[in-house]
């Protein structure tokens, strides 16, 4: 009789990958977060949220219902920024903010924030 071979899936690839090193899964999410669709980033974030402390235990710390994050958390899930923030603060991580090429609004270009600081305040760096 052959002995059955142990098939592994991507995702049980990536969660192994994340529970060793955890800075692969916050760079994931990262790239996730950057250009990934919202379907993408749920399921990135129940990755992540799986692999670094499982996703009853994490409902637990953030003082979320679990089922409830099953559901936010999956390809037609909304989840709120509020739960978002609990969520990832109870597996170690948070939202940041990175400058992007400057967005055009309404015809015309728009200084990015640190220019338009400098300017108010009078400084002259930008």
Same mark, same amino acid.
């Given at each position: 009789?052959? =002995?059955? !071979?142990? $098939?592994? @899936?991507?995702? %049980?690839? *990536?969660?192994?990958?994340? /529970?060793?090193?955890?800075?692969? +899964?916050?760079?994931?999410?990262?790239?996730?977060?950057?250009?990934?669709?919202?379907?993408?980033?749920?399921? =990135?974030? !129940?990755? $992540?949220? @799986?692999?670094? %402390?499982? *996703?009853?235990?994490?409902? /637990?710390?953030?003082?979320?219902? +679990?089922?409830?994050?099953?559901?936010?958390?999956?390809?037609?899930?909304?989840?709120?920024?509020?739960?978002?923030?609990?969520?990832?603060?109870?597996?170690?991580?948070?939202?940041?903010?990175?400058?992007?090429?400057?967005?055009?609004?309404?015809?015309?270009?728009?200084?990015?924030?640190?220019?338009?600081?400098?300017?108010?305040?009078?400084?002259?760096?930008?």
């Amino acid at each position: 009789m052959k =002995a059955k !071979r142990e $098939v592994r @899936t991507n995702e %049980g690839s *990536l969660l192994e990958m994340f /529970r060793e090193d955890p800075s692969l +899964a916050r760079d994931y999410l990262n790239d996730v977060l950057s250009d990934g669709s919202d379907a993408e980033i749920n399921l =990135a974030i !129940r990755l $992540v949220t @799986t692999a670094l %402390g499982g *996703l009853p235990a994490t409902a /637990r710390r953030a003082g979320v219902n +679990a089922t409830q994050l099953y559901r936010t958390l999956s390809r037609n899930g909304n989840p709120g920024f509020r739960n978002l923030r609990k969520v990832l603060a109870a597996i170690g991580l948070r939202f940041s903010v990175a400058a992007v090429a400057p967005a055009k609004v309404r015809g015309r270009a728009v200084a990015p924030a640190r220019r338009r600081v400098a300017q108010r305040s009078g400084s002259t760096r930008a």
